[in-house]
Structure formats: C-alpha cells, structure tokens
C-alpha cells in the first residue's frame, strides 16, 4: 500500500521531498561540511576569514581540501578546529576524514597552536635579546680593558723616561776630578750645577708617551622586517623564492624577527594588532590595508 501511494505521488513532489532528504544530509568530507555547514548559517567566506583572522583565499582552500596551499598539516588542523567553533559543529569527525589526508601529526603542537600559547618565535626573539646583550656587554668590558692597558702604558713611559734622564750625570763627577784635581773642593758643586741642565734636557727632549685610541666595536644594524604583536593576529612571510618563512598565530607580546632573502610578502591577518619595523623604522599599513587585511612587501 505504501508503494502505491508514493507511485501516486506527483513527480514534482516527489522530486522536492528528496531534494530536501539531500539537503538534510551534510556531506562527509571535512571541506565540503564546513562549506554546507558555512552556507546554512548564511555566513560568506569574507565573514569567516575576519573572524579566523585569515586569508579568504586560506579560507577556500580549508573548504577545497587545497593543502598545498596551506601551511603544515599542524596548523591546518588548528584551522579547522577553530572553523568548526565558529560554526558550532563537532570537530572530531572533520579531523578524523583530515587524518589520512593530512598525515599524522603532534597533539601537542595542535593544542599549542590552537590555544595561542607560547610560539618559537617569541623563545628565538629572547634568545636575540639576550645575545644582544652578550655582545654588548663584551664590547663595554673591552673598552675598559682597553683604557686600562693604555692607562698602564702611558704610567710605564713616564717612569721610564724620569729613570733614564739622571743616567748621564753619574759618570761627570768622575770626569771633573780628574781633569780639574787642584780645585777638588769645588768639584762637587760644579757637577751638581751642570748635572741639573743636563738632566732637564734629557727630561725634555723624551717625548711624552700617547695614550692609545680604544676601538669601538661596530653595532650591528637593525633587522630588516620585525613585527610585534599587542594582539592576536594572523601572520604569513614569504621570502623572494615563495619559501614560507613564518606563517602562524601571533599573541599579544609576541616579537618576531624575519630573517631571509629579500623582497619579502608580508599579509597581517590583523594589522590593527600588529606594528612593523623596516630597518629600525615603523612602518605605516594603512596604504596597504584593505579589511583590516595588510598585504605588503619589504625590499
């Protein structure tokens, strides 16, 4: 009886009812069910991207299943986590169809990830900050020791040139009795008189001893991009060969410091959190800031 009346049933109804039995079914790829699940809560992919703080072109490549133009498979599912929360949909079975897709990868750098906890970036930037300093002090304790030694050498010349003046005046009175034996008396006063000239001039003519020049070490130049955080927000650099060279979530205090091959491709996921230095000098974004999206390059 039931088969009878579904073959009465009209053809345009029947064609609606299952249409809506389709619909009612989301997909079962983790890709196509964040699109499905985006579409029903009437969300664009602009909307999703400002609130991941990413790229709406990342943002199609998580729907696409596009990898390649993804970071590492960590970050990818970190990505989906926190699309699926927004969405409000479980995310375990999205990244149990991700898992053969992606490859197997560390829980705990997820958690970290997903959780903004701390990044490498911020342990390479103190350990920068301390080398500074290393390199800093070195370089005070050296003038020190430097103005010591010179110091030293100039007291060493004084003395020596004040011990080597009187030498000439030991052998005169010698010489004055022997040529002058009758008036021995007066020898000594004599010599005393003539040795007081000639020790004045030996003391004039040693020139005095000049205290050496301290060299000062170079400072070394300013980094040529740096960027810190006073919020959360986005970041992806890529160096002139398209070579990712950081691509993550950034906290507020995180300080990162790009090292490469210039020209780099900088996008802030957030650029009212974040403040960019180019050889030591803030850099303005607001030329190239576009939804609170900033996309520039560093020469």
Known sequence: ???????????????????????????????????????????????????????????????????????????VRGFVRSYARILDVPAEPLLADLAPKLGPASTEVIERMTRERDYSPVRAAAHEQASRRIVLWGAVLLLVALGFVGWYASRASGNAAAGVAPAPAKPAPQAAVVATPV?????????????????????????????????????????????????????????????????????????????????????????????VEVRGEIHDLTPHTRQNVARFTVN
């Not at 300013?222 to 002139?240: C, H, M, N, Q, Y």
């Open 183 to 275: 008036s021995a008396p007066a020898t000594p006063a004599a010599v005393i008189a003539e040795a007081v000239p000639a020790t004045e001039t030996a003391a004039a003519a040693v020139p005095p001893a000049a205290e050496p020049v301290p060299t000062l070490e170079p400072i070394p130049p300013p980094p040529l991009l740096k960027l810190r955080f006073t919020g959360t927000s986005w970041t992806e650099v890529k160096d002139a060969e398209g070579k990712l060279l950081h691509s993550q979530h950034n906290a507020a205090g995180d300080e990162i410091v790009i090292e490469g091959t210039p020209p780099f491709y900088v996008v802030l996921g957030d650029s009212n959190k974040a403040t």
């Open 1 to 75: 009886m039931t088969n009878a009346a579904t073959d009465d049933m009209p053809d345009d109804t029947q064609r609606a009812t299952e249409d809506a039995a389709g619909q009612a079914q989301p997909p079962a790829a983790a890709g196509a069910r964040l699109k499905w699940e985006r579409e029903r809560a009437g969300l664009t992919v602009n909307d999703v991207a400002a609130r991941l703080r990413l790229h709406p072109a990342q943002v199609r490549a998580i729907e696409d299943e596009a990898f390649k133009a993804l970071p590492e498979a960590a970050y």
